[in-house]
């Protein structure tokens, strides 16, 4: 059975799209500028980050993790792209790719949720790629 999508309906999934977008902005804004306060602000107190570098396997809380971006300093030639975005009502999922993050090109998984309105990462699996 499918559902018949309104112009309302459309105008809304797009703009939980934008939500989704704007709520990575702060954990994107922290790797230029290596400010882990910034950072911590983009996920919610629980979050759960896994990935490794150099072979070696980090399971940091979002809290060690501002530590993290806050010790490793800007890193003001960092790109990123936005691969892609899915939500499905309060649940979504991103991918992100950055390149030069502290000399490392890193791609970032990310499961969020919309609580009260307000979109948050809950989780974050990452891979370092040749530094791996």
Do not use: C
């Amino acid at each position: 059975m499918s559902t018949i999508e309104t112009k309302a309906d459309e105008q809304q999934s797009f703009e939980e799209y934008e939500a989704v977008a704007k709520a990575l902005q702060p954990y994107i804004e922290a790797a230029r500028t290596g400010d882990g306060k910034v950072s911590r602000s983009a996920f919610m107190d629980h979050a759960h980050i896994v990935g490794s570098i150099n072979g070696e396997y980090y399971k940091p809380d979002a809290d060690a993790f501002a530590e993290i971006v806050s010790q490793s300093g800007p890193s003001p030639d960092v790109k990123h792209l936005i691969v892609w975005i899915d939500v499905s009502g309060p649940a979504a999922a991103a991918k992100v790719e950055f390149i030069n993050w502290g000399g490392f090109r890193y791609t970032d998984f990310f499961v969020l949720y919309r609580k009260d309105g307000e979109w948050k990462i809950s989780g974050k699996v990452y891979n370092s790629h040749s530094n791996n």
